[in-house]
Each structure stands twice: as structure tokens, then as C-alpha cells.
Antibody, heavy 124, light 112 residues
Framework: EVQLLESGGDLLQPGGSLTLSCAAS????????MSWVRQAPGKGLEWVSG????????EYADSVKGRFTISRDNSKNTLNLQMNSLRAEDTAVYHC?????????????????WGRGTQVTVSS | DIVMTQSPDSLAVSLGERATINCKSS????????????LAWYQQKPGQPPKLLIY???TRESGVPDRFSGSGSGTDFTLTINGLQAEDVAVYYC????????FGPGTKVDIK
């Protein structure tokens, strides 16, 4: 079955760190760019970060640049998001999402497969 | 960033009637070298992740009912649902991918 399954969400204090993971199955993971998209409670979608299929290109939203690091392990079909210096405004459900097209070299990503997400809450 | 806006924020439509959602980008998302608009539409139902409906502004994703259609070019786009069904109650988002992805704020569709 084609699916994405996120894990790693937690409740933590401002300034803390956390790593999210996304396990992919049912498709050739290394052929597709992947992204993290978050959704704050009752709010809309915010793209956070993306990575090319080979892992050689990464992009970040300005709101997380310098604090978050995206990576992938194509041998384990896993996408990761290392989050440091967390703030209250980072509170959200974090979804991993797969680009629809194979072997996209640019950052023109749109998403045909989404995970259900993992909750990150930052609060003192 | 290319920022997206949507209108209306919400709308209520009778079953079987037409729903129209507008999306506007702060800059053109038409890439002239291939004449493609880098614009996608998603549907999100409560408690579910988003579902891709439309890409390249007007290409329907596989399995999406043909009552959903996308149109527009440059900076102005429309998602139309012809013959609204009860299962279409959801929030709809546009997203540009001309630069790093950016979503619109969403439009909530309900039954009148």
C-alpha cells in the first residue's frame, strides 16, 4: 500500500528540540522529492521544507530557516525533520507529503500523497 | 515569496448547485517557456490530510470526479464544483509551485 506515516511528535517547552520522521512505503522513495507541511490548530496549510529525491537540494520556509533541517535516508525510505529552538508558533500538525512527479530537479513541488500527520506542541 | 489569496473565505451552496472559489497570486505563476500555470488545488475534509484535486491549474488528478474543474491563468484562478454533493463539504486550498510552495488561506464550502 502506498502510504506515509509520520512519528515523533511531542509536547515540549520553548527552546527545545525534536526530530520528526516519516516512513514511506509502496513507491520508489528515492525517485520523489518530499516535503513537510504543517497546519496550526484551526488554521491553513504552511509549507515548511522540502528535499529532492537524491537529497542534494533542500529548501526552507523563511519562518524555519536556520532552525529546522530536513534530511532523508533513501536506504530506509525515511524522511526526517530536525527542529531546534522551537517556538510556540511552531505548534501544529506536521504532515509529510510526496511530490507527484518523478525526478523533479527544481523546487516546483505539489503533492499527491500525504500522511495523516504528527502533533507538535510547544508550550511552557 | 508568491503569496496566495482566496475568496470567499466561506460559502454555502445548495446540493446540486455550483460552487465557485477564487484564488489570486501576488505574481504570475505562468511559466512562459512551457506555457504552464504552476497552480494546484486541494480538498481537505475534517480530520483528514489534504487531497490533490487539480494541478497545472486545470489538470484533474486521477480519480477526481469531473464535477471538479480548474481554470485561469497568470494570477487569477478558479475552482468550480458543478453539482455540489454532500461529500464535497470541505476546505479547499490553492497552492502555487512556481517558487517554493505557498498555499492560499483556504475556502470553506458548506451545504445551504
Amino acid at each position: 500500500e502506498v502510504q506515509l506515516l509520520e512519528s515523533g511528535g511531542d509536547l515540549l517547552q520553548p527552546g527545545g528540540s525534536l526530530t520528526l520522521s516519516c516512513a514511506a512505503s509502496g513507491f520508489t522513495f528515492s525517485n520523489y522529492a518530499m516535503s513537510w507541511v504543517r497546519q496550526a490548530p484551526g488554521k491553513g496549510l504552511e509549507w515548511v521544507s522540502g528535499i529532492s529525491g537524491s537529497g542534494d537540494r533542500t529548501e526552507y520556509a523563511d519562518s524555519v530557516k536556520g532552525r529546522f533541517t530536513i534530511s532523508r535516508d533513501n536506504s530506509k525510505n525515511t524522511l526526517n525533520l530536525q527542529m531546534n529552538s522551537l517556538r510556540a508558533e511552531d505548534t501544529a500538525v506536521y504532515h509529510c507529503a510526496k511530490d507527484q512527479r518523478m525526478l523533479v530537479r527544481g523546487r516546483d513541488w505539489y503533492f499527491d500523497l500525504w500522511g495523516r500527520g504528527t502533533q507538535v506542541t510547544v508550550s511552557s | 515569496d508568491i503569496v496566495m489569496t482566496q475568496s470567499p473565505d466561506s460559502l454555502a451552496v445548495s446540493l446540486g448547485e455550483r460552487a465557485t472559489i477564487n484564488c489570486k497570486s501576488s505574481q504570475s505563476v505562468l511559466y512562459t517557456s512551457n506555457n504552464k500555470n504552476y497552480l494546484a488545488w486541494y480538498q481537505q475534509k475534517p480530520g483528514q490530510p489534504p487531497k490533490l484535486l487539480i494541478y497545472w491549474a486545470s489538470t484533474r488528478e486521477s480519480g477526481v470526479p469531473d464535477r471538479f474543474s480548474g481554470s485561469g491563468s497568470g494570477t487569477d484562478f478558479t475552482l468550480t464544483i458543478n453539482g455540489l454533493q454532500a461529500e464535497d463539504v470541505a476546505v479547499y486550498y490553492c497552492q502555487q509551485y512556481y517558487t517554493t510552495p505557498f498555499f492560499g488561506p483556504g475556502t470553506k464550502v458548506d451545504i445551504k
